[in-house]
C-alpha cells in the first residue's frame, strides 16, 4: 500500500484507527500526561523500563487523529530502546513514519506526544 501524503496520511488514518500502543499499563515505571490547550488534545505515556531500557510503552488520552497516531508511533519508537536513546526521539522521526504534510497550526498535535514522553522520562512517576 502506498501512503498518501497530506495531513491525514493513510498510516494516520490507520494508526488512529487501530492503534497498536493505546492501553494502560500495568505497573509502569513511568507516568506523565500533558494536553494541548488550544485543541484539547490530552495524552497520558507509560513506560515500563527494565534495566533502563523501555521494555514496554503505551498510551491512554482523547486526542485527534493526529495526535493519536503521533503517539502510537512514538510508543513503537522507543519500545526496546534505552531510555537515552528514547530521549533522542525527535519530531523528525515520527514526522518520518507518519508520512504525511502536517501544517505549522497542527504540528502540536504531533509533538504533544514527544514532550509528555520526555516529560515521563525526566522523572514521570506512576
Not at 494508526?15 to 485543541?39: I, K, T, Y
Not at 493526529?66 to 513503537?76: F, M
Not at 514532550?115 to 515521563?120: D, I
Amino acid at each position: 500500500m502506498i501512503a498518501t501524503r497530506g495531513p491525514y496520511s493513510d498510516v494516520i488514518r490507520e494508526r488512529w484507527r487501530r492503534p497498536r500502543f493505546r492501553r494502560p499499563l500495568a505497573g509502569p515505571s513511568l507516568v506523565a500526561e500533558d494536553v494541548n490547550p488550544l485543541c484539547g488534545d490530552r495524552v497520558r505515556i507509560m513506560l515500563r523500563l527494565d534495566d533502563g531500557r523501555v521494555a514496554e510503552a503505551g498510551f491512554v488520552g482523547d486526542s485527534c487523529a493526529i495526535c493519536t497516531a503521533s503517539a502510537d508511533v512514538l510508543a513503537e519508537l522507543v519500545t526496546g530502546r534505552l531510555a537515552a536513546e528514547a530521549r533522542a526521539v525527535e519530531t523528525a522521526d515520527v514526522l518520518s513514519v507518519l508520512q504525511a504534510d502536517i501544517r505549522p497550526t497542527r504540528m502540536r498535535c504531533v509533538t504533544l506526544p514527544l514532550s509528555v514522553l520526555a516529560k515521563a522520562l525526566n522523572g514521570g512517576v506512576a
